[in-house]
């Protein structure tokens, strides 16, 4: 089945560039997305790119698809203590709205 | 503003109890759906909902039940909570329209049964 990984955690100095990694399953047109999680709250959509893509930026934030190895990363530039927080990706095949999202990676931006 | 609200916020009931948890969105977004989020297994979705009186099961359907009578509110039901229930709720409505999407998700709602 579908199935979408992250790794747990990641620390970071303030200033310094964050590389958050995720890989996923599903072979078929995918929407891939990135999400962040503050303390009590809950989720918000930072970013997503269709399978279709190899790279998208907004701002601060740059995703990278590698479609051979399934592989998605999410790339913070200049990381503030702000931006620390649970980052979650998933997965969405089009066509359906059944979302697969992986563990979240908890970022730590030490100042 | 655009958001989504999720009553109560917090709950603690007994086993076999049933409950709904209410989720209104303002937006007036086609789509909705239910997460529950459980310590190391990131966000399950429960049910989902593609537009008024369209419903279906997510990954993690077993214990709960849905409704979409209108088109702003997705209440979760409960109709005997049991202990494995335990666990923070998400609801969450999107949109998408010319390539672009947009989603909302409310405050969660953390739910202890006894």
């Known amino acids: 089945g579908e199935d979408v990984e992250q790794s747990l955690f990641l620390s970071v100095r303030e200033g310094d560039s964050s590389v958050i990694n995720c890989t996923y399953t599903?072979?078929?047109?995918?929407?891939l997305y990135w999400y962040k999680q503050e303390p009590g709250a809950g989720l918000q959509l930072l970013t997503y790119?269709?399978?279709?893509?190899d790279m998208k930026q907004d701002q601060r934030l740059t995703v990278l698809l590698n479609k051979k190895d399934k592989h998605l990363s999410l790339r913070i530039a200049d990381t503030q203590t702000g931006d620390s927080a649970i980052y979650f990706c998933?997965?969405?095949?089009?066509?359906?709205?059944?979302?697969?999202f992986g563990t979240g990676t908890r970022l730590k931006v030490l100042a | 503003e655009a958001q989504v609200t999720q009553n109560p916020r917090y709950l603690i009931t007994v086993t076999g109890k049933k409950l709904t948890v209410t989720c209104s969105q303002n937006?007036?977004?086609?789509?909705m759906s239910w997460y529950r989020q459980d310590p190391g297994l990131g966000l399950r979705q429960i049910y989902y909902?593609?537009?008024?009186?369209?419903?279906d099961k997510g990954d993690v359907p077993e214990g709960y039940k849905v409704s979409r009578k209108e088109k702003r509110n997705f209440p979760l039901i409960l109709e005997s909570p049991s202990p494995n229930q335990t666990s923070l709720y998400f609801c969450?409505?999107?949109?998408?329209?010319?390539?672009?999407?947009?989603?909302?998700f409310g405050p969660g709602t953390r739910l202890l049964v006894l």
């Open positions: 969450a409505s999107s949109l998408s329209y010319g390539g672009q999407e947009t989603q909302y």
């Open positions: 599903d072979s078929s047109s995918t929407y």
């Open positions: 790119i269709f399978s279709n893509m």
């Open positions: 998933a997965e969405r095949s089009s066509g359906t709205y059944k979302y697969i």
């Open positions: 937006m007036n977004h086609e789509y």
């Open positions: 909902s593609m537009n008024v009186e369209v419903t």
